[in-house]
Structure formats: C-alpha cells, structure tokens
C-alpha cells in the first residue's frame, strides 16, 4: 500500500481502529503481562516461604 501523506498512513486505509486498537492492546500487554509475572512469582516465593517456615516449626515440635 503507498500512502501520499502521514494522515492517509494513520488512517490505514479505513482500517485505522481495527489495526491501532490492535497494536495498542498489544502494547498494553506486553507492558502489563511482566509486572504481573513478577508479582505472582514474589507471591509464590512468600508463600514457599511460610511453608518451609511451618514444615521448620512441625518438625521442632516432634522432637
């Protein structure tokens, strides 16, 4: 496709809220998709954790 102006290129043809919605949801993503990562691994790392901690406690109660 050959546009004649940046306006025509942003308008992509008609087609400009289907192809911008896309790449900014992807954007959105892969923005957003990291931190949430990060969080849910600090998550289970804490709940690792307390669980060595309660296995830790159990077994000094048994002896």
Known sequence: MKWN????FLAMGG????VWG????CLL???VEP???KARRSNA?????REIAARKE???ENF
């Open 35 to 37: 931190i949430l990562a």
């Open 15 to 18: 087609h400009a809220l289907y």
């Open 29 to 31: 993503l892969m923005i």
């Open 45 to 49: 790392l804490t709940e690792l954790k």
């Open 22 to 25: 896309s790449f900014g949801a």
């Open 58 to 60: 159990n077994v000094n």
């Open 5 to 8: 102006s940046f306006s025509e």
